[in-house]
């Protein structure tokens, strides 16, 4: 079944997808709670602690962070306070970039509240994740994006573009929604998503547009083995099947290493 499913033209995406973040930037958090029930926080909890991030003590330099498709800087925080946490790095620096201004602000505003208020090791720039021109050649360990990537017109231009950025030895981490691998709880799942989430957008914020877009853009994004064979095709190394499924494949964490 394919639940109303509607193909987004590629040159209709763009536009779209500004659209759709520009108008939800402030209920950035309710939206997010809506699609995933709650979940995000938990994968993205996941993701950090998997990581495991942050400047050894007899390491020789501070990492260098980039959360691309950063919009409101979850990722971002969560990767700096552990690193503070458990290896009490004060020194590793973040840069977040998004193609939208207005996630960006909303991400400024909450960094007020973090300790890395007005500090010089955070920085928030509007970037396209298919060129990140402002980001030099290896010149990043750690690139971040989480539900971001299939956001992208071009998905193997931004993972190009992420191998290019990295340092040799670098790590590439992508969470994003995947493909729910039992069929009976993928039905269950399309059902929820093509017909209670749009009403829930509609209600929220009302926006039932942008919700039906984030639905489509999940359903079209590649599976997990697809992905991983996009993270090879850019040059990584991919460890093992390179991927982890969370909570039944409604997300995965794809990883990949810059030899
Ligand atoms: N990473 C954040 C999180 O997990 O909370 C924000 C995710 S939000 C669902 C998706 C973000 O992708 C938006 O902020 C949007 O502006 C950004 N985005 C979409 N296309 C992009 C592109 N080509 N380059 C960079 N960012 C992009």
Request: glycine share 8%; with cysteine.
């Amino acid at each position: 079944a394919d639940f109303g499913y509607r193909k987004v033209p590629e040159e209709e995406k763009e536009k779209l997808v500004h659209g759709v973040f520009s108008s939800v930037a402030s209920k950035y958090d309710e939206m997010n709670d809506a699609m995933s029930l709650g979940i995000h926080r938990l994968w993205k909890k996941y993701l950090i602690e998997k990581l495991d991030c942050g400047m050894r003590p007899n390491a020789a330099e501070p990492l260098q962070f980039l959360d691309v498709a950063g919009g409101t800087g979850d990722i971002a925080f969560g990767l700096l306070d552990h690193a503070r946490e458990k290896f009490g790095d004060n020194v590793s620096k973040m840069t977040v970039a998004d193609i939208n201004a207005d996630m960006l602000k909303e991400g400024e505003r909450r960094c007020l509240a973090t300790p890395y208020a007005n500090s010089p090791r955070i920085n928030f720039i509007v970037q396209n994740g298919e060129k990140l021109e402002a980001i030099p050649d290896n010149s990043v360990d750690v690139y971040t994006v989480a539900f971001g990537i299939r956001n992208f017109t071009n998905i193997q231009a931004g993972l190009d573009a992420a191998y290019r950025v990295l340092k040799p030895g670098g790590i590439f981490a992508c969470l994003e929604f995947s493909q729910v691998q039992d069929p009976v709880l993928d039905y269950i799942y399309q059902l929820y998503s093509f017909s209670c989430l749009p009403m829930m957008g509609q209600f929220i914020a009302d926006d039932r547009e942008s919700y039906q877009y984030l639905v489509e853009s999940i359903r079209k994004f590649p599976n997990q083995e697809k992905f991983a064979g996009m993270v090879r095709k850019a040059g990584f190394y991919v460890p093992g099947k390179g991927y982890d499924n969370l909570t039944f494949g409604v997300a995965a964490i794809h990883v990949g290493v810059k030899l």
